[in-house]
């Protein structure tokens, strides 16, 4: 009687235990169930992906939106780009030595004369170049690579400036089998005072020229007559780079520009001079 009793139980134990196993297994495998989705369930889910995306970022324009704004842009008036400009009225302008990235042994001379003539036209007071030129021959780290912008509130007490605009020059190249002369520099205007960002560009400006090309015949002319062409192409570089800039205190439109149209923040821009 007791060995039925201790098989019967024995055998319920096993019952058991093979049940549980079998209700683990059956949970394991709906956890590690892999749903294959055709092409066209594909192309759906990453659809629905990216237009989560899109709204997480707040982009919520779709092509065609897109497509249009970008051959007729939306006009956004100055005051509404540049606020911080109208708001604390800068009147003294110190341009910080160009840090050049680029090839060209010259070109943070070339900006930095061309910038500090752009900004004057404009009603700025810009300190003097050749004061400044000088101090940076007497420091070499008097520029815009080695002064951060974090650091800008300290010229307010030593040059009596309202903003300090750094200049990074990324390109400044123009292949030998094109006449295209491409220029890629930053330009960020940040307030002595708050230490906010005033004007901010990253300009990719294009210029196709009359230079000609490079070959055995003419490689020597090219060479010595490239300084000219860079440094006149950068002239007008800057001319559109700051041409939405708030006029300055010392023009006669003073505040009058407020509600003319400003570019984006960056801005690609092709110059062809050719003639046609």
């Known amino acids: 009687m007791k060995k039925g009793i201790l098989f019967l139980l024995s055998m319920t134990l096993l019952c058991a235990d093979f049940a549980y196993s079998q209700v683990e297994n059956a949970q394991n495998q709906a956890d590690s169930n892999i749903t294959l989705l055709d092409k066209k369930a594909q192309k759906k889910y990453k659809k629905e992906l990216e237009k989560k995306h899109r709204q997480e970022t707040g982009d919520t324009l779709n092509f065609f939106q897109k497509t249009w704004y970008k051959v007729f ?6 005051d509404v780009s540049y606020a911080e400009v109208y708001k604390e009225k800068p009147k003294t302008i110190m341009v910080m030595y160009p840090w050049n990235r680029s090839k060209e042994q010259f070109a943070d001379e ?3 004369v061309s910038i500090c003539k752009e900004l004057i036209d404009k009603g700025y007071y810009v300190l003097p170049a050749l004061p400044m ?20 509130q300290t010229f307010a007490k030593s040059h009596g400036v309202d903003a300090v605009l750094y200049v990074t020059i990324y390109t400044i190249k123009k292949e030998w089998w094109t006449t295209n002369i491409n220029m890629n520099a930053q330009y960020d205007l940040v307030s002595t005072k708050t230490g906010t960002v005033l004007f901010s560009r990253h300009a990719d400006f294009n210029y196709d ?3 000609p090309t490079k070959s055995k015949l003419n ?6 007559d490239k300084e000219n062409h860079y440094l006149g192409v950068s002239e007008q570089m800057q001319q559109y780079v700051f041409s939405d800039l708030p006029i300055g205190p010392y023009h006669r439109d003073y505040l009058m520009d407020q509600k003319k149209f400003s570019h984006k923040r960056d801005m690609k821009y092709k110059v062809n001079i050719k003639p046609s």
């Open 219 to 224: 490689k020597d002319f090219v060479e010595d």
């Open 209 to 211: 020229s009359q230079m």
């Open 133 to 152: 030129l000088q101090d940076y021959k007497a420091d070499t780290a008097f520029n815009s690579h080695y002064c951060k912008p974090s650091e800008v």
């Open 110 to 112: 070339m900006f930095y």
């Open 73 to 78: 842009p939306k006009k956004v008036e100055r």
